[in-house]
């Protein structure tokens, strides 16, 4: 096996492995975000058939229930964030090589897509690096949201616990 085979084939898998990775984060965000959304139907459904207001038990409850609402749309946020489709705009790509759904739509027709594909100035390798490089950004950046979404959803149910600690002590 030459030594471009096996940088071929290193960078194949990898590129596999990246693409799993971008599942793996949006299955993850995904299932975050439905508890997430369900549970604060939930809360909000007792809260407003229970009649109960965060002005009605004092300012320090009332501070801790905005800023526990505060963390949940946050937490929304960044976990719809994850999920959030991305691509390459096509004018950041444009005279770069063919490697994604984005560069065929960029070209003018058929005619011009044929002519890309029969070039052959799309080097295997260049393509798998091309997509492994953007791939991997991607995979970081869901990861970061994912983790940002995380925490906050922490400091909300901190301050949620909080805030039903002041309610019954008030």
Do not use: H
């Not at 084939?9 to 995904?30: C, F, G, H, I, Y």
């Not at 407003?48 to 207001?53: I, K, M, P, Q």
């Amino acid at each position: 096996m030459t030594e471009e085979v096996k940088a071929q084939t290193t960078a194949q898998d990898l590129l596999t492995q990246t693409r799993a990775e971008v599942a793996l984060a949006d299955n993850k965000a995904s299932i975050l975000l439905a508890g997430v959304l369900a549970v604060t139907g939930g809360i909000s459904a007792a809260l407003v058939a229970g009649g109960w207001s965060p002005g009605l038990a004092g300012r320090v409850t009332e501070i801790l229930f905005w800023g526990s609402a505060l963390c949940l749309i946050c937490t929304i946020v960044s976990l719809a964030l994850v999920v959030y489709p991305r691509q390459v705009s096509t004018q950041a790509r444009a005279g770069s090589i063919l490697a994604y759904f984005g560069d065929v739509a960029a070209l003018s027709g058929p005619a011009a897509l044929r002519a890309a594909i029969v070039d052959g100035a799309n080097d295997r390798m260049d393509v798998i690096t091309d997509q492994l490089w953007r791939m991997s950004k991607i995979v970081v950046r869901k990861y970061q949201y994912l983790q940002l979404g995380m925490r906050l959803l922490a400091a909300c149910f901190t301050l949620a616990a909080l805030t039903g600690l002041a309610t019954a002590l008030s």
